[in-house]
């Protein structure tokens, strides 16, 4: 697997293009940034950390998305793209990366960005517009905090720990945005995605490999329920 992680030298493409280094089955990791000293730091700098254990190459490059046969250019041979830059570019590097015949995962976008996309999120109480195609919205949320994330669905209450050595030194949201789109690449990589077209993490992502892949890394996922109060709202009823 050949991956191009755009803005790959920001705070969570830094992460991807940690984790895509230590992964099995990838072979190349292009770091594309608009600043080349910046994408050769972060090249670098993932490379010394996976040390004895990357099992990738790591190159970098300059790339403005905005130029449209630059960016095609630079997807020719690629597998997937993982673009963590901003939501605003989403749309037509997404257009390069189906002209190309590569696979495309991003951070999701703004409420007006998704729909432009094509995307159409699964139905439920607790969707949020605006998101598309990967696991950071659908499994991570909340603020910035270290050692583990919480979020609430009704009565349930999820949490997220861990970060094993491959995530040693990441906030809860570097890692919460950044191993979800490496595994959702390697899983497109890997064809254990097959749907085709625009789609939310929740309709194509096979949670068992996806979950499988994060214990991998050190991250657990607990879930637990509790029975609310209809009466006092969100008061859990003790009895």
């Not at 991570?140 to 050595?165: K, L, N, P, Q």
């Not at 040693?168 to 749907?195: D, F, N, R, T, Y």
């Not at 085709?196 to 329920?225: D, M, N």
Request: charged fraction near 20%.
């Amino acid at each position: 697997m050949r991956a191009l992680v755009l803005g790959g030298a920001g705070a969570i493409g830094r992460w991807v293009v940690r984790d895509l280094t230590e992964s099995d089955g990838v072979e190349e990791v292009a770091v594309a940034d608009l600043d080349l000293g910046r994408a050769l730091e972060a090249a670098g700098w993932a490379a010394v950390r996976a040390g004895a254990h990357g099992t990738a190459s790591v190159r970098a490059l300059a790339l403005d998305a905005a130029h449209g046969a630059a960016l095609r250019q630079a997807i020719e041979r690629i597998d997937v793209v993982c673009n963590c830059a901003g939501h605003a570019t989403n749309l037509r590097v997404m257009q390069a990366c189906a002209d190309a015949g590569s696979h495309y995962v991003d951070l999701g976008g703004l409420f007006h960005t998704t729909p432009r996309s094509g995307v159409q999120p699964a139905a439920g109480p607790h969707r949020r517009r605006g998101h598309p195609r990967h696991g950071y919205w659908a499994h991570w949320r909340g603020g910035r905090r270290r050692g583990g994330r919480r979020r609430r669905a009704g009565g349930g209450r999820g949490r997220v720990r861990g970060a094993g050595a491959r995530g040693a030194g990441a906030s809860a949201i570097e890692l919460g945005a950044s191993v979800p789109a490496s595994v959702a690449a390697q899983l497109l990589a890997s064809k254990l995605i097959v749907e085709r077209g625009v789609l939310p993490p929740e309709l194509a992502i096979p949670p068992g490999p996806y979950f499988q892949e994060l214990a991998r890394r050190g991250i657990t996922v607990s879930l637990t329920t509790r029975r609310l109060d209809p009466i006092n709202g969100n008061r859990p009823n003790d009895r």
